[in-house]
C-alpha cells in the first residue's frame, strides 16, 4: 500500500462512519413541538433498550436568551443506596415545624438543598430536586430507563411558559447496545416550545401523561393551585403512569379524581434510605417536627382533600409508604395503596372507603384518627397498625373490612410498643364486622399498656363465614358484645364520632 493510502483511508473510513445513520429514535416533546407543558419529562424511545451513562451532561438552553436554564450531570450518583446510623442524641425540633411562606420556592430561585426548619443543609453529594417547595429537596433519578425509552426528568419547575427551549445530550449519556445514538447537540437540534400562557385557575385542571392535558404531572398541577384556596378545584387525572415523586403542602379544598385505581398509577421508588431525614433532627413522631422525604406521594400540612379512583404506591421496601398523609378532613374513595414498611402514614383525620392497602408490617402507621370502611388490607405477616394517638382524639376504626395475610406468616391486627419514649397509653383500634384471613389468634400482637383501647366486634372468617375463634385474643383487648355495648357500637359505626365531628361526604356522591 503506498503511503497516501495509509493517509487517506482512516480519513476516510472516519468519514464514512460519520455518515452512517443513527438509530431510529423517537422524540418526546417531537422535535419543534408547540404548546408543550412546563412540567414535561423528556424521552428517547429507540428500536433497542437503551442504557445510561455514567458522566456527561443534560442541558436545557432558552433559545432566546441563549441561557442555560437546567444542566442534569450524570457523574452524580442518584441518592444514597444503604442506610445510615444517627446519633443517640438526636432530638425532635424545639418548636413546630414552622409551613408558612410568603413565596414556593423552586429550583430557579432557590439552590436545592437549602435548609428549613433546625435541619442542616442536604450534602450536594446525590442529585438534588426542590418538589413542592421543600428547599431541603429531594433524591431522585435524572435519567429512567423503562423498556425502550430514556426518560429525562429536569428540575422540578425550571421550565417557563411560552419559551422556545434547546436540549443537548453529550455523548456516552444514553447508549444503545448498536453504538448507533451519538447524543444530541446544536447540530441536530431537538427544540420544543412550551404553551404561550399561564392556564387559568378554572375548576378542572386535567393531568396527562401524554402531554395533551393542562399539566403532565400531578406535582405540576398541585404546585400551580394557591396555598389554602378556599375554592374547590377538581385534578382531573387521565389513565397513565406518572412515574414522578409528589411532595404537596399547604393545599386546601382540592379533588384529585383518578380514572381507576387500574389504570391511573402514581409511583416511584422512593425510601427513607433514598431520601433520609436529617442527621440532626428526628422526624415522623411528634406534631410539628420535621417533615420526612420518605414517601412516593405525600400530602403535608393540608386539609379537606378528597382522593379517588387512583393508586399511590412505592416501588422500593423499607420504611416506604406509598402514600403520607397529614392534615385533617382527607377522604379516600377507590384509592389503592402500595407500599412496605408504613404503606400508609396517616396524621391528622383520615377517611377510608372502598380502598386497599397493599403493604409490610406496620402496613397503617399514624397518630391521627382513621376511620376505613368496606376496606381491603393485605401485608406479609406482622402488624397492619401502629396506632399512636393520644386522647382527646380517636385512633383507628375498622368497619366492614378485611384484614389478610398473603403469605405463610400471619398477620395481626397491630401492636402499641415502646417507641420514643411512649407505649401509647392511649391507643385505640377498634374492628367491626370485619372478616380476616391468615391471622394471628392472639389479634393483637404486642400491646404495652392495659389502657389501650383494642376493641373487636363480630370478626369472621373471610372463607367460610363463620365466627372466628376469639378465646386467645390479647389480654389487654375487649370482646364487643350486644346488648351489652350496643351505644358503643352504634358511635363507633358513625365516622363522625372518630374524626372529631367531621361527617365525609357519601362516596361517589355526585358533589365530590
Same mark, same amino acid.
Request: glycine share 8%.
Given at each position: 500500500m503506498r503511503k497516501i493510502d495509509c493517509l487517506i483511508l482512516p480519513a476516510m473510513l472516519a468519514f464514512l462512519l460519520s455518515c452512517t445513520p443513527s438509530t431510529s429514535v423517537v422524540?418526546?416533546?417531537?422535535? /419543534?413541538?408547540? $404548546? *408543550?407543558?412546563?412540567?414535561?419529562?423528556?424521552m428517547l424511545t429507540f428500536e433497542e433498550t437503551p442504557s445510561i451513562g455514567t458522566s456527561g451532561w443534560i442541558r436545557i438552553f432558552d433559545v432566546g436568551t441563549g441561557e442555560c436554564v437546567d444542566s442534569l450531570d450524570l457523574s452524580v450518583p442518584a441518592g444514597p443506596t444503604e442506610s445510615r446510623t444517627y446519633a443517640a442524641d438526636i432530638d425532635y425540633t424545639k418548636i413546630p415545624y414552622d409551613y408558612a411562606r410568603e413565596f414556593v420556592p423552586t429550583n430557579r430561585n432557590t439552590v436545592p438543598g437549602t435548609p428549613s426548619g433546625t435541619a442542616e443543609p442536604t450534602p450536594p453529594e446525590y442529585q438534588l430536586t426542590i418538589i413542592g417547595g421543600f428547599t431541603d429537596a429531594f433524591h431522585?433519578?435524572?435519567?429512567?430507563?423503562?423498556g425502550n425509552t430514556a426518560v429525562i426528568y429536569p428540575h422540578n419547575n425550571v421550565l417557563e411558559y411560552g419559551r422556545k427551549y434547546r436540549v443537548t445530550?453529550?455523548? /456516552?449519556?444514553? $447508549? *444503545?447496545p448498536s453504538g448507533q445514538f451519538r447524543g444530541v447537540t446544536k447540530k441536530n437540534a431537538w427544540t420544543f416550545t412550551t404553551a404561550a400562557e399561564t392556564p387559568s385557575?378554572?375548576?378542572?385542571?386535567?393531568?396527562?401523561a401524554s402531554g395533551e392535558g393542562d399539566f403532565s404531572t400531578l406535582q405540576g398541577a398541585l404546585d400551580f393551585i394557591p396555598d389554602f384556596s378556599a375554592d374547590t378545584v377538581f385534578i382531573r387525572v387521565l389513565p397513565g403512569d406518572y412515574e414522578e415523586i409528589v411532595y404537596v403542602r399547604n393545599k386546601s379544598n382540592v379533588v384529585i379524581l383518578g380514572s381507576g385505581a387500574d389504570v391511573t398509577r402514581v409511583h416511584y421508588a422512593?425510601?427513607?434510605?433514598?431520601?433520609?431525614h436529617p442527621m440532626t433532627v428526628k422526624t415522623n413522631e411528634r406534631a410539628g417536627t420535621f417533615p420526612q422525604r420518605r414517601a412516593a406521594v405525600a400530602f403535608d400540612h393540608c386539609s379537606d382533600l378528597v382522593l379517588r379512583d387512583i393508586t399511590f404506591a412505592t416501588d422500593l421496601k423499607g420504611q416506604a409508604e406509598g402514600l403520607f398523609l397529614n392534615g385533617d378532613r382527607i377522604a379516600l374513595y377507590g384509592v389503592h395503596i402500595i407500599g412496605d414498611g408504613d404503606a400508609l402514614q396517616a396524621n391528622g383525620s383520615v377517611y377510608m372507603e372502598a380502598c386497599e392497602i397493599d403493604g409490610g408490617g406496620d402496613t397503617i402507621l399514624g397518630r391521627g384518627s382513621l376511620f376505613a370502611w368496606r376496606c381491603a388490607f393485605r401485608?406479609?405477616?406482622?402488624?397492619?397498625?401502629?396506632?399512636?394517638?393520644?386522647?382527646?382524639?380517636?385512633?383507628?376504626?375498622?368497619?366492614?373490612?378485611?384484614?389478610?395475610?398473603v403469605s405463610p406468616v400471619p398477620a395481626d391486627y397491630g401492636r402499641s410498643v415502646f417507641n420514643h419514649g411512649s407505649t401509647y397509653p392511649d391507643a385505640e383500634m377498634v374492628v367491626i364486622d370485619c372478616r380476616t384471613r391468615n391471622l394471628?389468634?392472639?389479634?393483637?400482637?404486642?400491646?404495652?399498656e392495659p389502657t389501650v383501647m383494642?376493641?373487636?366486634?363480630?370478626?369472621?372468617?373471610?372463607?367460610?363465614?363463620?365466627?372466628?375463634?376469639?378465646?386467645?385474643?390479647?389480654?389487654?383487648?375487649?370482646?364487643?358484645?350486644?346488648?351489652r355495648d350496643r351505644h358503643l357500637l352504634e358511635a363507633y359505626r358513625d365516622p363522625a364520632f372518630v374524626l372529631g365531628g367531621w361527617k365525609p361526604a357519601a362516596a361517589f356522591d355526585s358533589s365530590i
Open positions: 422524540f418526546f416533546p417531537s422535535r /419543534g413541538a408547540d $404548546a *408543550v407543558c412546563v412540567d414535561t419529562h423528556l431522585f433519578h435524572p435519567v429512567l430507563v423503562r445530550l453529550d455523548d /456516552g449519556v444514553i $447508549a *444503545v385557575l378554572k375548576d378542572t385542571l386535567i393531568v396527562d422512593n425510601n427513607e434510605v433514598f431520601n433520609p401485608n406479609q405477616g406482622g402488624p397492619f397498625t401502629w396506632v399512636r394517638n393520644f386522647k382527646p382524639a380517636h385512633g383507628d376504626v375498622f368497619v366492614e373490612c378485611t384484614f389478610e395475610s394471628n389468634p392472639l389479634g393483637w400482637s404486642a400491646l404495652g383494642m376493641l373487636e366486634y363480630n370478626t369472621r372468617d373471610m372463607d367460610s363465614g363463620e365466627l372466628v375463634d376469639v378465646s386467645g385474643r390479647h389480654r389487654f383487648s375487649r370482646q364487643l358484645s350486644l346488648p
